[in-house]
């Protein structure tokens, strides 16, 4: 009896090592494919962000997770407060640079707050460059937070210039732990971006996959598919220190939103959800803590680029 005890334990624990030898194999190659793109992905970060900062990546956990289902992922380095327009046009550089480093056709743009305005610039002056777009908490119809701003810090005010002094030196302090290099800084016209009125304007030049309700946008435009999801909970964690602030600033709104987003403001093409999340939730800042029931922000991602490679893209 004993010795068929043994045998029986032999014969689990050499299934448990093949078991572990396998899987260390298949990350080595790239996992199993779930999110093996055609072409590579690039992340975007928003308003203040960064690639990485005291080693702590802006889309936490979020590249590695994609890189082991085997996609090709880049994440985009801009501006952390400028205008729509310029970070495009520096979001529009890389994607140039990582085309021709990869030897893809094309690139998915996932961009984070004012990271998905910025894709939408960059499909809209270059659509052949992109396969997608995805806007994840995206303001495509403006903030009312930025407009109660805006009015509080008129141009040429003692309060704008209190503002934009706070503001740049934040931005200076993340670029300084970031360890990239020094890229222009106007957080006014950061500011003016996410106002109704500049984003009216924005969507006027850049219409594409913007609803013209709460619904669904046209998903496929000049080549290009556009997707979109948000959070629209506020209070998440009390173990995190972000969720006091946005829960306050969520105050401002009379819909669901996230905390600096509503939920109607972020549809762009086919929306793909409203998730029990707040503005950081999205791309799994604080260092992950989210909600303890709710859904795994990393997961969205990968789920999203087995979506797009399911397509072909």
Same mark, same amino acid.
């Given at each position: 009896?004993?010795?068929?005890?043994?045998?029986?334990?032999?014969?689990? &624990?050499?299934?448990?090592?093949?078991?572990?030898?396998?899987?260390?194999?298949?990350?080595?190659?790239? /996992?199993?494919?779930?999110?093996?793109?055609?072409?590579?992905?690039?992340?975007? *970060?928003?308003?203040?962000?960064?690639? +990485?900062?005291?080693?702590?990546?802006? %889309?936490?956990?979020?590249?590695?997770?994609?890189?082991?289902?085997?996609?090709?992922?880049?994440?985009?380095?801009?501006?952390?407060?400028?205008?729509?327009?310029?970070?495009?046009?520096? &979001?529009?550089?890389? #994607?140039?640079?990582?085309?021709?480093?990869?030897?893809?056709?094309? =690139?998915?743009?996932?961009? *984070?707050?004012?990271?998905?305005? +910025?894709?939408?610039?960059?499909?809209?002056?270059?659509?052949?460059?992109?396969?997608?777009? +995805?806007?994840?908490?995206?303001?495509?119809?403006?903030?009312?937070?930025?407009?109660?701003?805006?009015?509080?810090?008129?141009?040429?005010?003692?309060?704008?210039? =209190?503002?934009?002094?706070?503001?740049?030196?934040?931005?200076?302090?993340?670029? &300084?732990?970031?360890?990239?290099?020094?890229?222009?800084?106007?957080?006014?016209?950061?500011?003016?971006?996410?106002?109704?009125?500049?984003?009216?304007?924005?969507?006027?030049?850049?219409?594409? /996959?913007?609803?013209?309700?709460?619904? *669904?946008?046209?998903?496929?435009?000049?080549?290009?598919?556009?997707?979109?999801?948000?959070?629209?909970?506020?209070?998440?964690?009390?173990?995190?220190?972000?969720?006091?602030?946005?829960?306050?600033?969520?105050? #401002? %709104?009379?819909?669901?939103?996230? /905390?600096?987003? +509503?939920?109607?403001?972020?549809?762009?093409?086919?929306?793909?959800?409203?998730?029990?999340?707040? *503005?950081?939730?999205?791309?799994?800042?604080?260092?992950? &803590?989210?909600?303890?029931?709710? =859904?795994?922000? #990393?997961?969205?991602?990968?789920?999203?680029?087995?979506?797009?490679?399911?397509? /072909?893209?």
């Amino acid at each position: 009896m004993t010795g068929c005890l043994h045998r029986v334990l032999r014969r689990l &624990l050499f299934m448990a090592a093949a078991g572990l030898l396998l899987a260390g194999m298949a990350q080595a190659q790239g /996992g199993d494919g779930y999110t093996q793109t055609r072409y590579p992905i690039m992340l975007v *970060h928003g308003l203040f962000g960064f690639d +990485t900062t005291l080693g702590m990546e802006y %889309f936490y956990g979020i590249p590695g997770a994609l890189r082991q289902g085997g996609a090709r992922v880049y994440v985009a380095r801009v501006s952390g407060a400028h205008s729509t327009e310029v970070r495009g046009e520096q &979001l529009l550089a890389q #994607v140039r640079n990582v085309l021709a480093l990869s030897g893809a056709a094309k =690139v998915h743009l996932i961009g *984070h707050s004012h990271g998905g305005l +910025t894709a939408r610039y960059v499909a809209g002056v270059a659509p052949q460059l992109v396969a997608s777009v +995805t806007a994840i908490a995206a303001p495509n119809r403006g903030s009312r937070l930025a407009d109660i701003v805006r009015n509080a810090t008129p141009p040429g005010s003692v309060s704008e210039s =209190v503002a934009k002094g706070a503001a740049r030196a934040l931005v200076g302090l993340i670029g &300084l732990f970031s360890g990239g290099e020094r890229l222009p800084q106007m957080p006014a016209a950061a500011l003016n971006s996410f106002t109704t009125a500049g984003i009216a304007d924005f969507n006027r030049r850049f219409p594409q /996959g913007v609803p013209s309700g709460c619904g *669904h946008g046209e998903e496929l435009v000049d080549g290009v598919r556009y997707y979109s999801w948000t959070g629209t909970r506020l209070l998440t964690n009390p173990l995190d220190p972000s969720d006091l602030p946005l829960s306050l600033l969520g105050l #401002v %709104f009379d819909e669901p939103n996230d /905390g600096l987003v +509503t939920a109607c403001s972020a549809r762009l093409g086919t929306h793909l959800g409203d998730y029990p999340h707040n *503005h950081l939730d999205q791309i799994n800042q604080m260092l992950g &803590l989210r909600g303890w029931f709710s =859904v795994d922000p #990393v997961a969205l991602y990968r789920q999203h680029a087995n979506r797009l490679k399911l397509l /072909g893209l």
